[in-house]
């Protein structure tokens, strides 16, 4: 039997230049990455003959390669990728790309810009691909053990200043209420290229640790919308890469209230949009148990909220019951003159109107007519024409549990102000509730007012 030919490893052509350009010798870089390496708690015992098989082409486990790249980019002074000391071996590849939990903060800020890369170039695997259950349950264990991190301050690359962070605030601000008026498939491309071309450069630079704590917080809300607009344009494979990376976002900014908000409001919702109630009752509790003393009643109205819907679409009345009651009892407490003013802006708009909304959608999964009208309309009620996405919703969902209370005639009529809302936006989600409404009609569709209201969806999908 011929022996098997031995696979020989390629030079590690970039991690050479890089030393050259550092100017480091191999025994003078093995120091700078065990040095690095016990500031992120590793006993690193690495020579310079260890550098020299990484040149023939070795490839060093576990954290080791974020290491070696953070003491290169401390000794030129700028961010050094993974990729660029030729150690990525497969953790850039297509399938990974925003999908890990960093362990470490230079690490997640590799992660996050090769996401917004690789959006910006449209690469197939990202909008294409699938989600799993479980790519949103692990960051969230990996969320609630993992320390926090204890430095985010930064030396190298043009400085940023609170004047920056600010700027970042105000583009998700507006960004958001864009997005509300007219729908993601106006803005997100706007978002992305803005996170590309300005966001990365200033996780790049140099900032202290109070002004890089501020950054990562608004980079990580921006990240999250960016998320929650690749929902609305149909794409959850690419939503969950981004959730993913706000999570981590928000844990080198120590904001555990924000991380769960990312786990109730995002993560979970879109655990509800693919069918896996057991999921968002995990992320839901997994918020609620790692953001405990963290957040204030209106989050924690939120947090049971979204635990809720899993409940509901479980058929599990009883746990919803007693869920959506600690929801409304933490909503009033938020509506007190008392506890008002604490809210952090990230939940600021979590008001009663959309508490209701999330309770329509419970009632809804259990059949419950009555009460998810009831709530249908106590969302309409409460909703600004500023939330034009958020009432079209509310409207198919009013008009859903009057279709199922036979009335048929008022379901069309109400179905027909959605349509002529969800007009003025782009929004895959509206297109998916009218769907969702079409089906509940389906029994009736000899009825002329339903052959009607369907004759003017057809015209809306023509145009």
């Not at 993913?244 to 080198?252: G, H, P, S, T």
């Amino acid at each position: 039997m011929a022996a098997r030919p031995l696979v020989a490893r390629q030079p590690n052509e970039r991690l050479q230049a890089l030393i050259q350009e550092a100017g480091c010798s191999n025994a003078g870089l093995a120091r700078r990455v065990n040095m690095c390496g016990a500031e992120h708690g590793l006993d690193l015992r690495y020579d310079k003959t260890s550098v020299a098989r990484w040149l023939r082409g070795q490839q060093p486990r576990g954290r080791a390669p974020a290491v070696i790249a953070e003491a290169l980019g401390r000794k030129l002074g700028r961010t050094v990728t993974i990729d660029e000391i030729g150690m990525a071996d497969g953790k850039n590849l297509a399938s990974g790309v925003g999908l890990q939990f960093s362990p470490t903060v230079l690490g997640a800020i590799e992660q996050v810009c090769e996401l917004w890369r690789s959006d910006v170039g449209r690469r197939d695997f990202l909008s294409g691909s699938s989600v799993a259950a479980s790519a949103l349950v692990e960051p969230s264990r990996d969320w609630l053990i993992t320390a926090a991190d204890t430095q985010v301050a930064r030396n190298a690359g043009a400085k940023v200043g609170s004047s920056d962070v600010e700027a970042v605030r105000a583009m998700t601000t507006a960004l958001g209420e864009l997005d509300h008026r007219f729908g993601a498939g106006h803005v997100r491309p706007v978002v992305v290229h803005y996170l590309n071309s300005v966001v990365s450069g200033l996780l790049a630079g140099s900032y202290r640790e109070s002004v890089g704590r501020e950054l990562f917080a608004a980079v990580a809300r921006l990240t999250e919308l960016g998320g929650y607009m690749a929902v609305d344009t149909g794409q959850p494979g690419l939503a969950q890469r981004y959730y993913i990376q706000a999570l981590r976002l928000a844990q080198a900014a120590g904001d555990r209230g924000y991380g769960g908000y990312v786990l109730a409001a995002s993560m979970s919702h879109l655990a509800a949009s693919l069918g896996n109630p057991r999921e968002i009752s995990q992320l839901a509790r997994a918020a609620q148990e790692g953001a405990r003393g963290h957040v204030t009643p209106r989050a924690e109205a939120m947090f049971c909220a979204a635990e809720a819907r899993g409940h509901a679409l479980m058929g599990d009345a009883r746990a919803f019951q007693e869920v959506a009651g600690r929801a409304v009892a933490a909503m009033e407490r938020a509506e007190s003159a008392a506890d008002s003013g604490d809210d952090p802006a990230w939940i600021g708009h979590f008001d009663p109107a959309y508490l209701a909304d999330e309770l329509a959608h419970c009632h809804r999964d259990l059949g419950q007519a009555g009460p998810a009208g009831q709530c249908a309309q106590e969302a309409l009620d409460g909703h600004p024409p500023s939330r034009a996405r958020r009432r079209a919703i509310g409207l198919v969902l009013l008009a859903g549990a009057q279709v199922q209370q036979r009335e048929i005639e008022q379901a069309c009529h109400t179905g027909t102000q959605a349509v002529e809302l969800l007009n003025g936006l782009r929004s895959d989600r509206g297109a998916e509730y009218l769907e969702d409404f079409q089906l509940r009609l389906e029994p009736y569709r000899d009825e002329p007012v339903v052959r009607e209201f369907s004759a003017r969806l057809e015209l809306r999908a023509a145009a």
